[in-house]
């Protein structure tokens, strides 16, 4: 079946400026979490989606930064004024989250944000 | 607090094996293993719970010991496929359902 996918794949943007990035879980995952990965190091978590409500935020640097998934299936990051810092490979990860122990996570492609 | 993974990188020759290890100074729940490819997604390879367990899949396996919170990863007779950088998730437990992950290790097989 489809995997995770997120849209766009590549997003250059300037200074400033407000970007949104999309991720479609993979059909019927409860769970959703978004990462952010710079070059040479692991994912970084910014914040996990539980159905429609965002379970955990704690990982979202700033108030710059915003999540939402309205219907529990597509989620929407939200990064305000962006600053150089923000560059990073963003990952999106879906789980069916049906055993109530743990479950694996499903990584989308990412999408590669370059803030000039 | 991000785990610890060794080495940092290695290099083999096909056939040859290999283990990475991944440290934590908190209790785990669980641990989770990826290999990323160079502009890919982390392709999951397997989940070790607390209780110490070990688990393989066909020449790649694990083990969790629980008392040392620490996980290692074995790769035995690698072949060309296994390159890539490998990363260990660390999951606390409870309602912390997020991962926190090393740094990676890289891994070269080489012909």
């Known amino acids: 079946g489809a995997g995770v996918s997120q849209t766009p794949s590549n997003k250059v943007t300037e200074k400033g400026k407000y970007v949104e990035l999309r991720c479609d879980p993979i059909?019927?995952?409860?769970?959703l979490y978004w990462y952010r990965q710079s070059l040479g190091q692991g994912p970084e978590f910014l914040i996990y989606?539980?159905?429609?409500?965002?379970?955990?935020d704690s990982g979202l640097p700033n108030d710059r930064f915003f999540a939402v998934r309205p219907e529990g299936s597509v989620s929407t990051l939200k990064i305000q004024r962006t600053e150089r810092g923000d560059s990073a490979v963003y990952l999106c990860?879906?789980?069916?989250?049906?055993?109530?122990?743990?479950?694996?996570?499903?990584f989308g492609p990412g999408t590669r944000l370059t803030v000039l | 607090q991000q785990p610890v993974q060794s080495p940092q990188a290695v290099i083999l020759r096909e056939g040859e094996d290999a283990v990475i290890n991944c440290s934590s100074s908190?209790?785990?729940?669980?641990v989770h293993w990826y290999r990323q490819k160079h502009g890919e997604a982390p392709v999951f390879l397997m989940i070790?719970?607390?209780?110490?367990e070990q688990k393989g899949h066909d020449k790649i396996s694990a083990s969790f010991n629980e008392k040392k919170q620490q996980s290692s990863l074995y790769l035995t007779a690698s072949q060309l496929s296994y390159s890539g950088t490998y990363f260990c998730?660390?999951?606390?437990?409870?309602?912390?359902?997020?991962?926190?992950f090393g740094s990676g290790t890289q891994l070269t097989v080489l012909p």
């Open positions: 990860a879906s789980s069916l989250l049906d055993r109530g122990n743990t479950d694996t996570q499903y």
């Open positions: 059909s019927g995952h409860t769970a």
């Open positions: 989606f539980q159905g429609t409500g965002a379970a955990d």
């Open positions: 908190k209790a785990l729940y669980s």
């Open positions: 070790l719970l607390k209780g110490g």
């Open positions: 998730g660390t999951e606390m437990g409870g309602s912390a359902r997020q991962l926190t």
